[in-house]
C-alpha cells in the first residue's frame, strides 16, 4: 500500500491550496482516508476523515474552511484548504488502515506567510 501525497507550497493569509493523496496497493473505493498534519515543535493533529461511500468528518479548527473529497476513478483524496492562517502551517500527510496496519504518505509542506 502506497499513499503520495502532493500539493503543498508557500501561499499568503486567506488563500487556497489543494492537496492531493493518490493511493496505490489497495482497492481504494473499500477504504477511507484520513488527512493529518504536524507543525514544528508540536504532535500529530488528525484533521479529518472521508469514508469509502464518500462521508466526512472535520476536526472544529478546520470545519467550514478545508473539504475532504475523493475521486475514486483516479484513486486519489483531496483536501481543498481555504481561508490558510500562519497556523495551518505544517507537514500535511494522508493515511489509511488497510487489515488493522496503518500507511501513511510521505508529507508534503504547507507554509502560511502572515
Known amino acids: 500500500v502506497q499513499l503520495q501525497a502532493s500539493g503543498g507550497g508557500l501561499v499568503q493569509t486567506g488563500g487556497s491550496l489543494r492537496l492531493s493523496c493518490a493511493v496505490s496497493?489497495?482497492?481504494?473505493?473499500?477504504?477511507?482516508i484520513g488527512w493529518f498534519r504536524q507543525a514544528p515543535g508540536k504532535g500529530s493533529e488528525g484533521l479529518g476523515w472521508?469514508?469509502?461511500?464518500?462521508?466526512?468528518y472535520y476536526i472544529d479548527s478546520v470545519k467550514g474552511r478545508f473539504t475532504i473529497s475523493r475521486d475514486d476513478a483516479k484513486n486519489t483524496v483531496y483536501l481543498q484548504m481555504t481561508s490558510l492562517k500562519p497556523e495551518d502551517t505544517a507537514v500535511y500527510y494522508c493515511?489509511?488502515?488497510?487489515?488493522?496496519?496503518?500507511?501513511w504518505g510521505q508529507g508534503t509542506q504547507v507554509t502560511v506567510s502572515s
Open positions: 493515511n489509511t488502515q488497510v487489515r488493522g496496519e496503518s500507511y
Open positions: 496497493g489497495v482497492i481504494f473505493d473499500d477504504y477511507g
Open positions: 472521508i469514508s469509502n461511500d464518500g462521508m466526512t
